[in-house]
Every structure is written in C-alpha cells, then in structure tokens.
C-alpha cells in the first residue's frame, strides 16, 4: 500500500533484506543491531546467522521481544499504508 507498483515494492524489501539491513548489522553495534526488522524475524523463526559474535549472543533478544520487534515494525508499516493509501485513492 506504501508503494503503488508491486515489482518496486517487492525488490524494495529484497534490496533492504538483503543489502541495506546486512550492512547495517556490520556497521552498527549488536546493541542496536538487533532491534532490525528482519534480523528479529530470522530469530523469531529459529534461523542463526553465521556471523554470530559473542556480543551478539550476549545481548539477544528473547522470543518474545523478537516478536514484538518484529510486530512493531509490520504495525508501522501498516499504518503508514493506511494512511497513504486513504490520502491518494479515496474518492
């Protein structure tokens, strides 16, 4: 709802979990890095990472916190596609 054409919305979210959210976790400190929206599906889903440091594993997340992380962001996104998709297509 955020993007109007589906190819630009589905490469968007490809380019983010793929690209821009692994460097982000290179960069930023595990700290910070674990609150990023698909570092907290994956470990919601039980997938661990390959390049797992011991200060990531210190500062984890709980499964409870990863789904509330991770259900944090999937209610932003929804509202700001409400919201825009109320603002451009109503009649």
Do not use: C, K
């Amino acid at each position: 709802m955020i993007v109007r054409h589906g190819a630009v919305a589905i490469s968007g979210l490809l380019v983010w979990g793929f690209v821009v959210e692994n460097l982000l976790n290179l960069f930023l400190s595990p700290q910070i890095s674990r609150f990023l929206p698909f570092l907290a599906g994956d470990a919601l889903l039980g997938i661990d990472s390959d390049t797992a440091t011991p200060e990531s594993i210190a500062v984890a997340l709980t499964r409870t916190q990863e789904a509330l992380v991770f259900g944090g962001y999937t209610a932003v996104v929804l509202v700001v596609g409400t919201v825009l998709l109320h603002r451009r297509d109503t009649n």
